[in-house]
């Protein structure tokens, strides 16, 4: 027991791989997405801070590096079933707090438990930082599964991913990072060259266009 269990489990992050089940050209693990969701959550934050929004750069960080650790324990869900219901997303965010705050109140000392608590707990809040980690987090998704329909994946599941969450990202364009990201980079994915390019550009359009309605 203790704070070396914490850290031997990062390493099982890099085992745990994303959307399981499923064939894929490219394995993404949950280690690899919380990197690139760091990533992306702070470009998007400079874009915020360059339009005189103000950052707390300590929370955006926290929240992206751990916002996924809970999946250690449950391992990762795809998201159309994740989000089947309201009360199937509840159920499963009830099942990982608790599956955490065991783990806590096993593995750390006292003295770093409420810390730790506050740290795993789900980031998505309506702070700017959880805003900004729920675009980066769907930006993400969205890459990974244009990667897989780039590759000409036959799987239509990753046809549902891009479209939710291109939906979800859509639900955030009020944000400065999110209109930039809708403007200057959206597009220069869509430009790439791959097999079903029409139709992801009909499917692409047709999100957005129903998101200004």
Request: hydrophobic share 35%; proline share 3%; aromatic share 12%.
């Amino acid at each position: 027991m203790g704070v070396h269990h914490y850290f031997k489990s990062l390493s099982d992050l890099e085992k745990l791989f994303r959307c399981p089940g499923r064939f894929k050209y490219h394995e993404h693990s949950v280690a690899s997405h919380s990197f690139k969701v760091t990533k992306i959550a702070q470009f998007l934050g400079t874009v915020e801070e360059e339009h005189g929004e103000e950052i707390d750069w300590k929370a955006l960080y926290e929240k992206a590096l751990n916002h996924d650790y809970a999946e250690i324990f449950t391992g990762d869900i795809k998201t159309p079933v994740k989000y089947a219901s309201e009360e199937l997303r509840k159920l499963f965010s009830q099942v990982e707090e608790e599956m955490v705050t065991k783990f806590i109140e096993q593995e750390f000392p006292p003295q770093f438990q409420d810390i730790y608590h506050n740290r795993f707990k789900d980031g998505k809040d309506d702070t700017i930082e959880g805003r900004i980690l729920s675009v980066a987090d769907k930006i993400d998704l969205l890459y990974e599964s244009f990667g897989e329909i780039q590759k000409g994946n036959p799987e239509s599941l990753f046809f549902e991913i891009y479209q939710e969450a291109l939906s979800t990202i859509l639900k955030f364009q009020e944000m400065h990072c999110v209109q930039y990201f809708l403007d200057t980079i959206l597009p220069d994915m869509l430009a790439e060259k791959f097999i079903p390019h029409s139709q992801l550009n009909d499917i692409t359009n047709k999100i957005i266009d129903d998101s200004q309605k």
